[in-house]
């Protein structure tokens, strides 16, 4: 069975729960304390250089990109695709999902939001301002491309590729009290999501390392 | 023909010149002055909304990020194809390439650093300070994943996916004078591929917007 390393709340890792769940692949959640810096541990790193969650452990391989991993769990396991077949709408899939993954993970992430506090002595609230206006430049303009495509509860027929990569992004910028108000594409797919089991079994809330879980 | 709507040193913008000349694909480049801010005017961003470079015109179609039109040109035109054809090479070839395009180029961006100088007051030696910390941060596990794979020239037998992200990272960050004399991998990759006349044509240097071009 495959085994997924990772952290309730990192978005990455959430992303491949859901990719698993949509998929439905087996696999068993392996907690990584980011807290403690477990994935800075040479246990860890010699397994995955990068020292970053998600590791996915599959088919003999320790996988450490979450991006490659859904691409690369696509082409291994071709039933319940994430990405469309139609080769233009495998565009649009990607064109927004890589937007949130490569504009938006990097800014956002654990290791930039340190150095903000610790190398310039930033505080939350001017973290805060961060990591909202590095939301804004990159929702706003997805919001925009939602439209002109006409989305109706998810980008396709079914949650796939690119609604992966959005929930997690969604649920962290309400961590960090983004309005969503003029946003109702991303918020109708959002809570179209939230509606389906798979979307509530990979959400944050529900995982094993998560110490506020009911 | 297909234009290429980009900015000579923009590191996506690069990728794309490379990955169009390893393909053999006849385009026209089409330049964007990033530095009156052309990419934000009215006329781009109705073609764009995330106001960014490179913008592919190709097949009827505005497509907006780099990573999209990488795995897009390499399904709807499969000859010279950038990722090899095995499964499991071609996650290898994606894990070190998004690497790259997740975890390097936001923070890197020229939209964070402008926002470091004018929102935090930060000097072009602070800047470059926090260029090398994320540089280091990715490349030395990078490197460290390519001495595990036991790398040649190439990832692979030829340059493709993960040598179109790797040149323009190491480009840039030798405007920002990134040490690599600990990275023997790279290097040699990188000098592998700018011996080739597909990197020359794709460089910085050898294009019409850039004003120190010879």
Redo the contacts between chains.
């Keep these: 069975m495959m085994k997924l390393h990772g952290y309730y709340r990192s978005s990455t890792s959430y992303r491949l729960r859901i990719a698993l769940e949509l998929k439905g692949l087996d696999y068993e959640y392996v907690p990584v304390n980011l807290l403690t810096s477990e994935q800075k541990g040479q246990a860890f ?1 010699s397994r995955n ?3 970053s969650v998600p590791l996915l452990e599959a088919d003999g ?1 320790d ?6 991993q859904l ?2 769990l696509d ?2 396991y071709p039933e319940n695709p994430l990405l469309p077949a139609d ?2 709408d ?2 649009t899939a ?2 927004l ?3 949130i ?7 956002l992430n654990l ?2 939001l340190k ?1 903000l506090a610790n190398e ?1 002595g930033k505080s939350q609230d001017e973290i805060g301002v ?1 990591y909202r ?2 939301l804004a ?2 929702l ?3 919001e ?2 939602l439209a ?1 495509l006409g989305t109706g509860d998810f980008l396709f027929d079914k949650p796939g590729f690119f609604e992966v990569c959005l929930l997690p992004q969604v649920y962290n910028a309400q961590r960090f009290a983004f309005d969503f108000s003029a946003m109702p594409h991303i918020t109708r797919i959002e809570q179209a999501c939230l509606a389906l089991p798979a979307f509530q079994r990979a959400h944050p809330d529900n995982q094993i390392d998560n110490p506020e879980r009911k």
């Design positions: 790193t250089p990068f020292g391989r996988r450490a990109q979450s991006m490659a691409e690369w082409e291994a080769v233009e495998r565009y990607r064109e999902a890589y937007a993954a490569t504009e938006l993970h990097a800014p290791p930039v150095y310039y961060w206006h590095w430049r990159t706003e303009p997805l925009a491309r002109q």
